[in-house]
């Protein structure tokens, strides 16, 4: 199968290479993480409208992810891997295809920091970053505990009726016209877990997002001292290590009560992985 779709050219991965493509990327785990987990979930047929690109095929340096719902939403997320911190060229033959065929500035997320500033070196100003560098984290089996839950407050999965409600204390929703439906999507197909007091109200949650890191993490302000933000945290790891999910949270460098948070419920820091979250200009390229 792989032979008789080789090329040498960028392009787009049909849904029967999928599998193929889904082993490869497992094993750079956890460098390919924000590549492997959606095409894990396209393989799946749980993710809809995205297209997978690679530089060549079968024997790809660089993996792209993009968003097709909503040509005019601007920028567009992209999910991407680079094998090598020298193939920032590769990555930039498929990031010009991309932004082509969209007609649209991309929101790339996933490269490591190196890759990225290889990529803005060779490209100037048509490249920028949007935001500080993130670290990637993640959590051994071994600290994945049990944390108690006050007797009236109930665990479950988030649900649509949450979705505004999760939507609006998004500190990012604002970034993205479709905020909305993507953030529905994750729900509807993705582990979470959300805690709903006795009034049934959502006062804490947290999902697996489409590219495999854990995040939204949200506890209603009057609920900051039970320690509910832990325990999201760890029943979600729970679900995702029983299901044989990695457990990856990217956190941005200069968050640190976020990193404080992670690194107080054992998480460990991955080494030489920072991940960049950088602006692709369309036609400046």
């Known amino acids: ?62 993996v792209v992810v993009s968003d097709d719902r909503h040509k005019d939403v601007s920028p567009q997320r992209i999910h991407c891997f680079c094998k090598d911190t020298h193939e920032s060229s590769s990555l930039d033959s498929v990031l010009r295809l991309i932004s082509d065929e969209l007609s649209n500035s991309l929101l790339m997320f996933g490269c490591r920091s190196s890759v990225v500033d290889d990529l803005i070196k060779s490209r100037g100003s048509s490249v920028r970053r949007v935001s500080p560098d993130a670290y990637m984290l993640t959590l051994p089996e071994e600290n994945i505990i049990s944390l108690p839950i006050p007797d009236d407050f109930k665990i479950t999965n988030l649900k649509e009726h949450h979705l505004d409600t999760v939507v609006q204390e998004w500190p990012y929703s604002g970034v993205f016209s479709d905020s909305k439906e993507w953030i529905k999507e994750m729900i509807a197909v993705l582990p979470s877990v959300c805690i709903e007091n006795k009034e049934g109200q ?84």
């Not at 050219?9 to 924000?34: A, G, N």
């Not at 495999?212 to 832990?230: D, F, N, P, T, W």
């Open 202 to 285: 959502p006062i804490a949650w947290v999902l697996q997002q489409d590219y495999g890191c854990i995040g939204m993490l949200q506890v209603k302000s009057e609920y900051k001292r039970a320690k509910l933000g832990s325990a999201v945290t760890m029943l979600l790891a729970q679900k995702l290590r029983e299901e044989g999910s990695h457990i990856y949270s990217a956190i941005n460098v200069e968050n640190s009560q976020s990193l404080a948070f992670h690194e107080k419920n054992g998480f460990h820091y991955l080494s030489d992985f920072l991940i960049a979250f950088v602006n692709y200009g369309y036609n400046q390229t």
């Open 1 to 62: 199968m792989l032979q008789s779709y080789f090329s040498r050219m960028p392009q787009k991965i049909p849904q029967r290479l999928y599998e193929d493509l889904e082993k490869i990327l497992e094993k750079e785990l956890p460098f390919s993480v924000q590549a492997y987990y959606p095409v894990k979930l396209l393989r799946k047929k749980l993710l809809n409208n995205r297209i997978v690109w690679v530089d060549k095929w079968p024997d790809f340096k660089v």
